[in-house]
């Protein structure tokens, strides 16, 4: 393989509200079964990248979990693997990552030790499907020394949440501004990237002796007038889901026909780890409608338009509308959830009602005792 | 190399009584809950039991079950030193020959078991449903200084005769036994899972090595009781289900539908292992209905669904109304379908407006003993062009065409098998 894969999984953000207390966003739960950053990792094994990084910082625990063993992605083969790199202890006493090009500096290694002349950096945090040799291809045939992979904001998004970008005719990217204050294009970097691994070391050295340490602002935004950046265009379905709002109608877009089609049953397929759960089971009583259940789950109750993730327990007479609902969470017989995110390991409590709005979902961190046979 | 206790499994009987659905796989590699196989289940029961070493006899229709065990990752039987191991006959420098019977391969694979050097081997069969501690049962057999312990559990006296019976004093030592009694003297039966002491073992099986069609009920057991040996009986009062026929192949699945079923998946305790190979969550439709049912990972559900087991990856047309079914991996039912009491199998596919399990009853023509139950089978693979009627006890393999179907209909106890599927 001519590239090696780097994933910045470390982020957090405010804009997922008491989401993100528990896990950072590339460990958010996704789809039903899957967790975020399953759709970066299953992309780097579909294109062949057989040495990935993951970049962690912020509470990095369920991802670890999730990533104990690489075998579910395919990786862990004698060449390449999959590496965690969590911050440590630094000689200074400092801990933790300055920021994504700090991130990259502090394990300046794995890309020096590495043979393979390209590196693709992509985000845990964005429900996609791409061939990144794809993007390699035309990075070579545009003698790009960047390529920024690109995508029209999705509809009902937040512009001025992501990098904005023009091009010329050619592609070249002419201006990019990150996170502006006015909107002024709706091509948005997607947060992918394919440069050439000793520029990037070059760049990132560059970089921290500066005193600067993004890799975003201070490398590729800074550098897009003397190099060569050029923007590759994704046409397919792309969601960043680092809000509570894009996190919530994301995961809802799964309830769409042609997005499922997409995503669970065209090639390449995504993967992730195995539960070992047994299948979902509908008791008398259970009325189901436009939802995904996910395995382990048991339904006594009424579901509408909602998402349930594994091993969620529904109880009788329960009703759930237009919610989602995280992994294993235990709801109480005749509650009432409507337009909520239910936190997961959540336990609701018998009868109680929980509303949010269409506008403002309503999260839920419910952390009561649980008593189960 | 040094292993206490080494399983031998079982799993290379056809299992003929169920009919088209082990056409091509063996009885063990039968699906089995929606999303596992029927071998799943000791496999799981060696690895919880701690049980590491287990070697896999496979003879009858092996792809399936080959490429489901692999090298054992779903039950974390990928070791550096036992694992599991498949185990099919080879050929020798003379005398080369099949399994001729349960302990005759046994016997063919005496080198492996030489190799961990164990104190006991542990027999297991691939076709029953359980969940059980092996190594209680080992702990039993040291108790009892025993050379042979056999589980056995109590059955209902009048079924009794279709079963291996024991006979057993109140310290469970067994004094006879008799495999299908024609008037049994008791009613606690083998459930086809031996412990023996493996210095025993090995002198039996080289003792019997030129006996025909060499069986563990039928000659085994009764040499060890010939020799005088100590055999004791381990009570198992769990759940155990043999599901070598359709309707008790129809009926455990069933079972599992229950509010709290006797078997339980659901506990944490014990979990049940197989190898997933789909991963996203099921979708119900709006419109649909699922109730009393229990699905796999992908299905998509548009019509209804009442007191069934699906499969992983089903889809389900609009309109559609199943009863009573078990429908496996991949099966596509088309639109306004009525289906009633059916075995689906695995990637079989039925076209819009079908009916299944009309009219009244009738006897098999193909095979009363196997096709009863008023069930209609389906094998794998196997096409239903849309707008046929199908009757009950009827059983159905390969891709079928309208004219097949006299005048649209196929009767209950008639049957369409054919040959050659690829």
């Given at each position: 393989?001519?590239?090696?894969?780097?994933?910045?999984?470390?982020?957090?953000?405010?804009?997922?509200?008491?989401?993100?207390?528990?896990?950072?966003?590339?460990?958010?739960?996704?789809?039903?079964?899957?967790?975020?950053?399953?759709?970066?990792?299953?992309?780097?094994?579909?294109?062949?990248?057989?040495?990935?990084?993951?970049?962690?910082?912020?509470?990095?625990?369920?991802?670890?979990?999730?990533?104990?063993?690489?075998?579910?992605?395919?990786?862990?083969?004698?060449?390449?693997?999959?590496?965690?790199?969590?911050?440590?202890?630094?000689?200074?006493?400092?801990?933790?990552?300055?920021?994504?090009?700090?991130?990259?500096?502090?394990?300046?290694?794995?890309?020096?030790?590495?043979?393979?002349?390209?590196?693709?950096?992509?985000?845990?945090?964005?429900?996609?499907?791409?061939?990144?040799?794809?993007?390699?291809?035309?990075?070579?045939?545009?003698?790009?020394?960047?390529?920024?992979?690109?995508?029209?904001?999705?509809?009902?998004?937040?512009?001025?949440?992501?990098?904005?970008?023009?091009?010329?005719?050619?592609?070249?990217?002419?201006?990019?501004?990150?996170?502006?204050?006015?909107?002024?294009?709706?091509?948005?970097?997607?947060?992918?990237?394919?440069?050439?691994?000793?520029?990037?070391?070059?760049?990132?050295?560059?970089?921290?002796?500066?005193?600067?340490?993004?890799?975003?602002?201070?490398?590729?935004?800074?550098?897009?007038?003397?190099?060569?950046?050029?923007?590759?265009?994704?046409?397919?379905?792309?969601?960043?889901?680092?809000?509570?709002?894009?996190?919530?109608?994301?995961?809802?877009?799964?309830?769409?026909?042609?997005?499922?089609?997409?995503?669970?049953?065209?090639?390449?397929?995504?993967?992730?780890?195995?539960?070992?759960?047994?299948?979902?089971?509908?008791?008398?009583?259970?009325?189901?409608?436009?939802?995904?259940?996910?395995?382990?789950?048991?339904?006594?109750?009424?579901?509408?338009?909602?998402?349930?993730?594994?091993?969620?327990?529904?109880?009788?007479?329960?009703?759930?509308?237009?919610?989602?609902?995280?992994?294993?969470?235990?709801?109480?017989?005749?509650?009432?959830?409507?337009?909520?995110?239910?936190?997961?390991?959540?336990?609701?409590?018998?009868?109680?009602?929980?509303?949010?709005?269409?506008?403002?979902?309503?999260?839920?961190?419910?952390?009561?005792?649980?008593?189960?046979? | 190399?040094?292993?206490?206790?080494?399983?031998?499994?079982?799993?290379?009987?056809?299992?003929?009584?169920?009919?088209?659905?082990?056409?091509?796989?063996?009885?063990?590699?039968?699906?089995?809950?929606?999303?596992?196989?029927?071998?799943?289940?000791?496999?799981?029961?060696?690895?919880?039991?701690?049980?590491?070493?287990?070697?896999?006899?496979?003879?009858?229709?092996?792809?399936?079950?080959?490429?489901?065990?692999?090298?054992?990752?779903?039950?974390?039987?990928?070791?550096?030193?036992?694992?599991?191991?498949?185990?099919?006959?080879?050929?020798?420098?003379?005398?080369?020959?099949?399994?001729?019977?349960?302990?005759?391969?046994?016997?063919?694979?005496?080198?492996?078991?030489?190799?961990?050097?164990?104190?006991?081997?542990?027999?297991?069969?691939?076709?029953?449903?359980?969940?059980?501690?092996?190594?209680?049962?080992?702990?039993?057999?040291?108790?009892?200084?025993?050379?042979?312990?056999?589980?056995?559990?109590?059955?209902?006296?009048?079924?009794?005769?279709?079963?291996?019976?024991?006979?057993?004093?109140?310290?469970?030592?067994?004094?006879?036994?008799?495999?299908?009694?024609?008037?049994?003297?008791?009613?606690?039966?083998?459930?086809?899972?031996?412990?023996?002491?493996?210095?025993?073992?090995?002198?039996?099986?080289?003792?019997?090595?030129?006996?025909?069609?060499?069986?563990?009920?039928?000659?085994?057991?009764?040499?060890?009781?010939?020799?005088?040996?100590?055999?004791?009986?381990?009570?198992?009062?769990?759940?155990?289900?043999?599901?070598?026929?359709?309707?008790?192949?129809?009926?455990?699945?069933?079972?599992?539908?229950?509010?709290?079923?006797?078997?339980?998946?659901?506990?944490?305790?014990?979990?049940?292992?197989?190898?997933?190979?789909?991963?996203?969550?099921?979708?119900?439709?709006?419109?649909?209905?699922?109730?009393?049912?229990?699905?796999?990972?992908?299905?998509?559900?548009?019509?209804?669904?009442?007191?069934?087991?699906?499969?992983?990856?089903?889809?389900?047309?609009?309109?559609?109304?199943?009863?009573?079914?078990?429908?496996?991996?991949?099966?596509?039912?088309?639109?306004?379908?009525?289906?009633?009491?059916?075995?689906?199998?695995?990637?079989?596919?039925?076209?819009d407006n079908v009916i299944i399990g009309i009219g009244e009853y009738a006897e098999s023509k193909l095979n009363p003993k196997v096709y009863a139950f008023d069930l209609a089978t389906i094998g794998?693979?196997?096409?239903?062009?849309?707008?046929?009627?199908?009757?009950?006890?009827?059983?159905?393999?390969?891709?079928?065409?309208?004219?097949?179907?006299?005048?649209?209909?196929?009767?209950?106890?008639?049957?369409?098998?054919?040959?050659?599927?690829?």
């Open positions: 393989m001519r590239a090696i894969g780097i994933i910045l999984a470390g982020g957090n953000n405010k804009k997922m509200k008491e989401l993100s207390a528990k896990r950072a966003v590339a460990a958010m739960p996704m789809a039903g079964s899957y967790r975020a950053i399953d759709f970066a990792l299953s992309n780097m094994t579909n294109s062949h990248v057989r040495k990935v990084g993951v970049l962690t910082q912020y509470n990095a625990q369920s991802l670890n979990e999730h990533l104990s063993s690489s075998k579910w992605w395919d990786f862990g083969r004698k060449q390449g693997g999959l590496y965690l790199f969590t911050p440590t202890l630094k000689t200074d006493m400092t801990i933790g990552y300055r920021g994504t090009a700090d991130a990259l500096y502090q394990n300046l290694d794995f890309l020096k030790k590495s043979h393979e002349p390209y590196v693709i950096v992509a985000s845990g945090d964005s429900i996609y499907k791409l061939d990144y040799n794809k993007v390699l291809e035309y990075h070579i045939d545009k003698k790009a020394e960047i390529t920024v992979v690109t995508t029209k904001l999705p509809e009902g998004d937040d512009p001025l949440r992501y990098g904005l970008v023009k091009t010329d005719e050619e592609g070249r990217i002419t201006e990019f501004q990150e996170k502006p204050l006015v909107a002024e294009s709706d091509m948005i970097s997607t947060g992918i990237y394919v440069i050439r691994r000793r520029l990037l070391i070059e760049l990132v050295e560059a970089c921290i002796q500066d005193g600067r340490y993004d890799l975003v602002s201070d490398i590729i935004v800074r550098y897009r007038g003397l190099k060569r950046v050029y923007a590759y265009e994704l046409t397919t379905y792309w969601r960043n889901i680092a809000t509570a709002e894009s996190y919530y109608n994301t995961n809802m877009d799964f309830l769409k026909k042609d997005v499922r089609d997409y995503f669970y049953r065209e090639y390449p397929e995504v993967y992730s780890k195995v539960d070992d759960l047994p299948p979902a089971k509908y008791n008398p009583g259970a009325k189901v409608s436009n939802s995904l259940i996910a395995s382990g789950s048991i339904i006594n109750g009424e579901i509408e338009n909602s998402i349930l993730f594994k091993k969620t327990y529904v109880g009788d007479n329960c009703v759930i509308k237009n919610s989602i609902i995280l992994n294993d969470v235990y709801i109480g017989d005749g509650a009432y959830i409507e337009n909520c995110i239910v936190e997961s390991r959540g336990t609701i409590k018998e009868g109680a009602r929980l509303i949010g709005n269409p506008d403002d979902i309503n999260i839920v961190v419910e952390k009561n005792e649980r008593y189960i046979m | 190399m040094k292993k206490e206790m080494i399983a031998m499994l079982l799993a290379g009987g056809q299992g003929s009584r169920l009919g088209v659905l082990t056409k091509k796989v063996a009885k063990p590699a039968v699906s089995f809950a929606g999303k596992y196989r029927i071998i799943d289940f000791p496999l799981s029961n060696c690895i919880n039991s701690g049980v590491d070493t287990v070697g896999v006899l496979t003879q009858y229709q092996p792809l399936r079950l080959n490429t489901h065990i692999g090298i054992g990752i779903p039950w974390d039987l990928d070791r550096n030193v036992g694992g599991v191991t498949v185990l099919p006959p080879y050929e020798k420098s003379s005398n080369s020959e099949w399994y001729t019977g349960t302990a005759n391969a046994i016997y063919q694979n005496i080198e492996y078991m030489e190799m961990y050097n164990p104190d006991y081997v542990l027999i297991l069969s691939g076709d029953h449903i359980y969940k059980m501690d092996y190594e209680l049962m080992l702990d039993f057999h040291k108790a009892n200084n025993a050379d042979v312990t056999i589980a056995a559990m109590p059955v209902p006296i009048e079924e009794a005769s279709r079963f291996g019976i024991l006979i057993a004093d109140e310290e469970s030592r067994i004094s006879e036994f008799e495999e299908k009694p024609a008037n049994p003297r008791s009613n606690l039966a083998s459930m086809g899972i031996y412990i023996f002491s493996w210095p025993v073992l090995k002198a039996a099986l080289l003792e019997l090595s030129d006996e025909p069609n060499c069986d563990f009920g039928k000659h085994i057991i009764p040499y060890c009781f010939e020799q005088n040996q100590r055999l004791f009986a381990y009570e198992f009062s769990g759940y155990w289900k043999d599901v070598g026929t359709l309707g008790s192949y129809w009926e455990a699945n069933m079972e599992l539908i229950d509010i709290i079923p006797i078997f339980n998946l659901y506990e944490e305790f014990w979990r049940i292992y197989t190898k997933n190979d789909k991963l996203p969550p099921q979708y119900i439709a709006k419109g649909a209905k699922v109730e009393r049912c229990i699905l796999g990972e992908g299905a998509e559900v548009y019509g209804q669904v009442f007191n069934s087991v699906v499969g992983p990856g089903v889809i389900i047309g609009e309109g559609t109304v199943i009863r009573d079914s078990i429908i496996m991996k991949d099966v596509v039912i088309g639109n306004n379908c009525e289906i009633n009491k059916a075995i689906i199998a695995e990637n079989a596919s039925v076209g794998e693979n196997s096409v239903i062009p849309a707008g046929v009627k199908i009757g009950k006890n009827t059983a159905i393999s390969g891709t079928t065409l309208l004219e097949d179907y006299p005048n649209g209909v196929l009767e209950s106890g008639d049957y369409i098998i054919k040959a050659g599927d690829f």
